[in-house]
C-alpha cells in the first residue's frame, strides 16, 4: 500500500495516508515534478501510458510522484526518474507552490509540489507501464500548444506550467 505525506500548507509533515484514499479526498500532500531540459533547453515531456488508472494517453513533464515517508524530495525524484524514464542524472530544486486539481475517475491532486529540474541529453529508456511515448519540446512551442490543445496534457501540468513558465522561460530560452 502506497502511502503519502500529508502536509500543512508550509509543507510540515502531519500525518500518511494511504495514496488513493488522499486523492479521493483530496487532502494536501507532499509531491514532486521533474523537468529534465537538454543543452537546447528542451523540455523533456513523457506521454502517460494508456491504461494508467487517471490522466491516461495524456503529455506531462517528464515525470512526478510522491516522496516516501522518510525520503528526501530530491532522493525520490532520481528514484522516481529511474522507474519511469529509465535514466539518471542530477537534480536540483527549482520552486514549490501548493495547486489543486480535479481529474477524471472523482481523484483530487491537492499538493504541495516541488518542481525539480536537471538537465539530460541522451534518450531516455522509458518504463512502458508507465510511458507510452516522449519527446523533448521548444518551451515556446509547448506554451502555444497547451493554450491550443489543453485537452491533450494532464491537468496538473496545465496548472504547473501556466505557474512556472516565466521562470522556465526565463532560465531556459
Known amino acids: 500500500m ?3 505525506i500529508l502536509v500543512d500548507t508550509q509543507d510540515n509533515p502531519i500525518g500518511l495516508m494511504e495514496k ?3 486523492h479521493e479526498k483530496g487532502l494536501l500532500h507532499r509531491a514532486f515534478s ?5 543543452d537546447k533547453n528542451e523540455l523533456l ?8 488508472y487517471h490522466s491516461g494517453g495524456l503529455w506531462t513533464n517528464t515525470c512526478c510522484s510522491h516522496p516516501r515517508d ?3 524530495t530530491i532522493d525520490a525524484g532520481k528514484r522516481r526518474l529511474n522507474e519511469e524514464m529509465g535514466f ?7 520552486l514549490s507552490f ?3 486539481a480535479e481529474l477524471d475517475n472523482e481523484l483530487t491532486e491537492h499538493e504541495f509540489d516541488h518542481v525539480l529540474i536537471g538537465k539530460y541529453n541522451a ?3 522509458p518504463n512502458p507501464d508507465e510511458v507510452s511515448n516522449w519527446k523533448f519540446v521548444n518551451l515556446e512551442e509547448l506554451a502555444v500548444d497547451l493554450q491550443e490543445n489543453p485537452e491533450n496534457y494532464t491537468v496538473w501540468f496545465q496548472q504547473i506550467f501556466e505557474r512556472t513558465k516565466d521562470h522556465f522561460l526565463n532560465e531556459f530560452t
Open 2 to 4: 502506497e502511502q503519502v
Open 20 to 22: 488513493m484514499e488522499a
Open 34 to 38: 521533474v523537468f529534465i531540459f537538454n
Open 45 to 52: 515531456l513523457q506521454q502517460r501510458a494508456s491504461h494508467k
Open 70 to 72: 522518510g525520503e528526501e
Open 88 to 94: 539518471q542524472c542530477a537534480i536540483s530544486p527549482a
Open 98 to 100: 501548493i495547486y489543486k
Open 123 to 125: 534518450d531516455p529508456q
